[in-house]
Each structure stands twice: as structure tokens, then as C-alpha cells.
């Protein structure tokens, strides 16, 4: 039986997230799990994530995650979503500075503030709502989504210093950050797939389906 | 720019049902949240909105389970506010499936509290409910207040400077409601959204007063408002979601289609 396994490192909302699979999913065998073994085990793993940068780091570290993800890293297709995208990273520049897993070569930084522009021209940080979605090159992870379709973002760091060959897909606010990253068989998103409604839901079947190597 | 503008129907519930009255043709169980929250989410909706107003806590757990219900078959973002007082209470509530909570009384009992759940939960999880009213008289320049209570009791707190201390304390955005306004369905009040939405860096969701989808392009274009929240519109069926976002991008609003 197919099994996905969405890492529990105690933080945020895991809920959703499960069912978007299991939706997307019915036959497989959907796990909410922090045991390394499970997680190893499982045929596709989320690293899903709310929060801010420093509690996420501490509690993946502090769960022993960290070296089960690195492991899961090298061995089958990982899907990092939002603060899961972000931990893949070197490092973010949120909470003073986190150190992050190192998986992914970049970093997270934060959206600069408008000084140019009035508050009133609406460039809020977070930077929260639905924002279209360009992707650069044809990838299985964007099979059957349309080009500029929508997704839910919340959030105020973004990846950056991201070699241009990792970046499969950019978001614009105001200007093109990357949105979507593949690393061999890992991918991260900066959006909510599990809240992106169908886009969303294409996403994760997507994922579900794909063998980490195309 | 690609962010589009966000369209927030708000569903207020009392032990685990929806008070207000919902006429659509196809809704078998009107006071049922989770029928309801099914078709605006099949109309469109951005984001989905759920107001306590369970009078006692006995029946918190009510809406966590409503809430619960409605995360596994609807995949947008969901709200929760009334009545969130302890990081337990957001905790609970982000379990079950809500994205966001809103904060009202309780921020302004203890405004600590909101720096203790942004560090706990993140900036992008806590909203902070103002109602505000009008305190100026006619002539001078306009003042507004922070209200509790349902709009009767004052607190003397400047609604402006009151944003300001949120977002500073964490608040990842502010759903402000006009007591002047609500129920009115004469439109939001555009200077006191447009106020707020300037003073402030988070996205502000304007409140109270929508009774036609005029005034929901007017609380974007002359409120400056991130979002526009409405709940009898939509609940008599007197506009559909999809409708209410044709219009807006009829007025070159951009919105998800």
C-alpha cells in the first residue's frame, strides 16, 4: 500500500494537510507521524510548517527530525510546504537568524519594506492571499494546473540565492521571488497547496504520483 | 501585480450552528456550518470566517469540531474568532483545521497576550479584531474608538494607535469592524478602513455595513482595504460569491476567477 507520511514535529496545523491527501488519495495510506522509522519507511513524506523560522528549527532538532529528514532528502520525493519549504534551506534571516536544515543551497530573507511606496498602494507584509503562479519549466509537480493559477501564500521570508536551475516556478510581490524549488527528488513550495482549493489539491495528487526522479 | 483581493464570507455560529438566516435553494440544513461553508467554497470564497457567539465556554469545543468538519472537505483558508483568550484556545483551534485565529476582547484585557501567541503560533496565524466607532463630533477631525462588547462599552482606546501597538506586537493582520456601520448595509466606513489600512504594514479586512457589491469595490478602491468581509449578502443569497467577484473585476479589482 502507498504510504505518505506528513513529519509531526509538534507545530501548527497538521490537520488539513492530511486530508488534502488522503482526499487526493483515498487508497493511500495517509500518516501524521514524528518516528523516524515510519517516516523512513513511507513512500512519500511532507514536511509541512506554520510558525516562525527559530521554534520550527528548534523543534525539528530537538524531535531528532533533523537527521531523518536528511535522510528522506537522499532517498525519495520530499515535499516542503511554506516553513517546510524554508527549513530546507542553509538559512533565514528570521528571528535574528536561524541556522536551517542545508538541504536546499539558498537562503530565506525577508520582503523588503516599501520605502518608496505608500502603505496605501496594499503591498502588505505578510504577504497573504491568492498570487498566480508562473512556472519557469515544465514540471510533474504542474501537471494539469494552468499557467499563472492561483495559490494561497502567507508569509513574510522568501528563499533566495537559489541557483535558477532549481527554481521551477515564481511568484511576483512586487517583484519575482521563487515560489516553487527541485532539488533530485525534493520539492518545496512557498504556498499552501493544502489550501489552494483544486490547484491545490492537483498539486499534492501531483506529488503523490510522482517517482522523484522526472 | 498578482495578489488578488480577497472575498471573506463570515458565518456566525452558536453551539456549533449558523444563526444568521441562509435562504440558498440547494441547502438542505440552513443553520448547518459545514453545508454552508461547502458552497461558498464552491462559489468561489477566498477565505472562510467563523464567529463564535456561543454565549457560554461549555461549547467552545462545538465549533473546534465544526471546524474540524469543515477542514476535511474544504480546502481554503479558515478563520475562527469569539472568544479565543488563551494560547490553548488558538492552539485547539489551529488542530483542527483553522489557518487563523481572531483575537478581540482578550487583546485588549491583555495585550501581552497577542505577543505570546504571534512568538508561539506566527505573525501569519493571529488576527486582531478591532471594532471601532466614531467618537468626533461633526466638524472636527474624525476619531475613532475601540469598542467591546458588541459596540456598548468604550475603552477610550484611539483605534488607529490601537492597530498600530497590534502589528507591532505580532498581529499578522487586522479584520476591523465599523460598529457604526454593522448591520446598517449602507457600506463599510471607508474613512476608518482607509485610515487603518495606511497606519499599518498588515493587510487590513474591512467590516460592517456591506449591503451591496458597490461597497464592497468601494472598500478596496476607496478603503484600501486587502479584503472585504461580508455576511448577510451573502447569506439571503441576495449575491453569490462569484457574482460579488465578477463585479469587482469589472472594476479592475484584481480577483481569483
Given at each position: 500500500m502507498?504510504?505518505?507520511?506528513v513529519?509531526?514535529?509538534?507545530?501548527?496545523?497538521?490537520?488539513?494537510?492530511?486530508?488534502?491527501?488522503?482526499?487526493?488519495?483515498?487508497?493511500?495510506?495517509?500518516?501524521v507521524?514524528?518516528?523516524?522509522?515510519?517516516?523512513?519507511?513511507?513512500?512519500?513524506?511532507v514536511?509541512?510548517?506554520?510558525?516562525?523560522m527559530?521554534?520550527?528549527?528548534a523543534?525539528?532538532r530537538?524531535?531528532?527530525?533533523?537527521?531523518?529528514?536528511?535522510?528522506?532528502a537522499?532517498?525519495?520525493?520530499?515535499?516542503?510546504?511554506?516553513?517546510?519549504?524554508q527549513?530546507?534551506?542553509?538559512h533565514?534571516e528570521e528571528?535574528g537568524?536561524?541556522?536551517?536544515?542545508g538541504?536546499?543551497?539558498?537562503?530565506?530573507?525577508?520582503?523588503?519594506r516599501?520605502?518608496?511606496?505608500?502603505?496605501?498602494d496594499?503591498?502588505?507584509?505578510p504577504?497573504?492571499?491568492?498570487n498566480?503562479?508562473?512556472?519557469?519549466?515544465?514540471?510533474?509537480?504542474?501537471d494539469?494546473?494552468?499557467?499563472?493559477?492561483?495559490?494561497y501564500?502567507?508569509h513574510?521570508y522568501?528563499?533566495?540565492n537559489v541557483?535558477?536551475?532549481h527554481?521551477?516556478a515564481?511568484?511576483?510581490?512586487?517583484?519575482?521571488?521563487?515560489c516553487?524549488l527541485?532539488?533530485?527528488?525534493?520539492v518545496?513550495?512557498?504556498?499552501?497547496?493544502?489550501?489552494s482549493?483544486?490547484?491545490g489539491?492537483q498539486l499534492?495528487?501531483?506529488?503523490?504520483?510522482?517517482?522523484?526522479?522526472? | 501585480?498578482?495578489?488578488?483581493?480577497?472575498?471573506?464570507?463570515?458565518?456566525?455560529?452558536k453551539?456549533?450552528?449558523?444563526?444568521?438566516?441562509?435562504?440558498f435553494?440547494d441547502?438542505?440544513?440552513?443553520?448547518?456550518?459545514?453545508?454552508i461553508?461547502r458552497?461558498?467554497?464552491k462559489?468561489?470564497?477566498?477565505e472562510?470566517?467563523?464567529l463564535?457567539i456561543?454565549a457560554t465556554?461549555d461549547?467552545?469545543?462545538t465549533?473546534?469540531?465544526?471546524?474540524?468538519?469543515v477542514a476535511?472537505?474544504?480546502f481554503?483558508?479558515?478563520?475562527?474568532?469569539?472568544g479565543?483568550?488563551?494560547?490553548?484556545?488558538?492552539g485547539?483551534?489551529l488542530?483542527?483545521?483553522a489557518?487563523?485565529?481572531?483575537?478581540?476582547?482578550?487583546?485588549?484585557?491583555n495585550?501581552?497576550?497577542i505577543?505570546?501567541?504571534?512568538e508561539?503560533?506566527?505573525?501569519?496565524c493571529?488576527?486582531?479584531?478591532i471594532?471601532?466607532?466614531?467618537?468626533?463630533?461633526?466638524?472636527?477631525?474624525?476619531?475613532?474608538?475601540?469598542?467591546t462588547?458588541?459596540?456598548?462599552k468604550?475603552?477610550?482606546?484611539?483605534?488607529?494607535?490601537?492597530?498600530?501597538?497590534?502589528?507591532?506586537?505580532?498581529?499578522?493582520?487586522i479584520?476591523?469592524?465599523s460598529m457604526d456601520?454593522d448591520?446598517?448595509?449602507?457600506?463599510?466606513?471607508?474613512?476608518?478602513?482607509?485610515?487603518i489600512?495606511?497606519?499599518?504594514?498588515?493587510?487590513v479586512?474591512?467590516?460592517?455595513?456591506?449591503?451591496?457589491?458597490?461597497?464592497?469595490?468601494?472598500?478596496i478602491?476607496?478603503?484600501?482595504?486587502?479584503?472585504?468581509?461580508?455576511?448577510?449578502?451573502?447569506?439571503f443569497?441576495?449575491?453569490?460569491?462569484?457574482?460579488?467577484?465578477?463585479?469587482?473585476q469589472?472594476?479592475?479589482?484584481?480577483?481569483?476567477?
Amino acid at each position: 500500500m502507498h504510504t505518505a507520511a506528513v513529519i509531526d514535529y509538534g507545530m501548527g496545523n497538521l490537520h488539513s494537510i492530511s486530508k488534502a491527501l488522503k482526499t487526493v488519495s483515498p487508497n493511500a495510506n495517509v500518516i501524521v507521524s514524528a518516528d523516524k522509522k515510519t517516516i523512513l519507511s513511507a513512500d512519500h513524506v511532507v514536511l509541512p510548517g506554520v510558525g516562525a523560522m527559530r521554534d520550527c528549527m528548534a523543534a525539528i532538532r530537538d524531535t531528532g527530525l533533523d537527521e531523518t529528514i536528511k535522510q528522506v532528502a537522499k532517498s525519495k520525493p520530499l515535499l516542503g510546504i511554506c516553513i517546510g519549504m524554508q527549513a530546507l534551506l542553509d538559512h533565514s534571516e528570521e528571528n535574528g537568524g536561524t541556522d536551517c536544515l542545508g538541504i536546499i543551497p539558498g537562503n530565506a530573507i525577508k520582503f523588503p519594506r516599501n520605502t518608496t511606496r505608500n502603505l496605501s498602494d496594499n503591498l502588505k507584509i505578510p504577504h497573504m492571499g491568492w498570487n498566480k503562479v508562473n512556472h519557469l519549466y515544465s514540471s510533474p509537480l504542474f501537471d494539469e494546473i494552468p499557467q499563472d493559477g492561483r495559490f494561497y501564500f502567507s508569509h513574510s521570508y522568501f528563499s533566495s540565492n537559489v541557483g535558477s536551475e532549481h527554481i521551477i516556478a515564481t511568484s511576483e510581490y512586487p517583484n519575482p521571488f521563487p515560489c516553487a524549488l527541485k532539488w533530485g527528488n525534493v520539492v518545496a513550495v512557498q504556498f499552501h497547496p493544502e489550501k489552494s482549493q483544486h490547484a491545490g489539491l492537483q498539486l499534492l495528487k501531483n506529488f503523490l504520483n510522482w517517482d522523484g526522479k522526472s | 501585480m498578482g495578489l488578488a483581493k480577497r472575498i471573506i464570507p463570515c458565518l456566525d455560529v452558536k453551539d456549533g450552528r449558523v444563526v444568521k438566516g441562509v435562504k440558498f435553494v440547494d441547502i438542505c440544513d440552513a443553520g448547518d456550518p459545514v453545508e454552508i461553508a461547502r458552497r461558498y467554497d464552491k462559489e468561489g470564497a477566498d477565505e472562510i470566517a467563523f464567529l463564535d457567539i456561543t454565549a457560554t465556554s461549555d461549547n467552545r469545543d462545538t465549533l473546534a469540531h465544526v471546524v474540524e468538519q469543515v477542514a476535511s472537505e474544504v480546502f481554503i483558508p479558515l478563520t475562527v474568532g469569539g472568544g479565543i483568550r488563551t494560547l490553548e484556545d488558538i492552539g485547539r483551534m489551529l488542530k483542527a483545521g483553522a489557518d487563523k485565529v481572531g483575537i478581540n476582547s482578550a487583546a485588549i484585557f491583555n495585550p501581552e497576550f497577542i505577543k505570546e501567541a504571534a512568538e508561539r503560533f506566527g505573525s501569519q496565524c493571529i488576527v486582531v479584531a478591532i471594532d471601532a466607532k466614531c467618537v468626533s463630533e461633526d466638524g472636527q477631525t474624525k476619531r475613532w474608538e475601540i469598542f467591546t462588547h458588541g459596540g456598548r462599552k468604550e475603552t477610550g482606546i484611539d483605534a488607529i494607535k490601537w492597530a498600530i501597538k497590534m502589528v507591532a506586537y505580532g498581529a499578522g493582520e487586522i479584520l476591523l469592524t465599523s460598529m457604526d456601520r454593522d448591520g446598517t448595509k449602507i457600506g463599510f466606513d471607508l474613512e476608518l478602513t482607509r485610515a487603518i489600512s495606511e497606519a499599518v504594514e498588515v493587510p487590513v479586512i474591512a467590516s460592517g455595513g456591506v449591503g451591496t457589491l458597490d461597497h464592497l469595490v468601494e472598500g478596496i478602491t476607496k478603503g484600501k482595504a486587502d479584503a472585504v468581509l461580508a455576511a448577510s449578502i451573502f447569506h439571503f443569497a441576495e449575491f453569490t460569491i462569484g457574482e460579488a467577484k465578477q463585479h469587482m473585476q469589472n472594476n479592475g479589482i484584481e480577483v481569483r476567477l
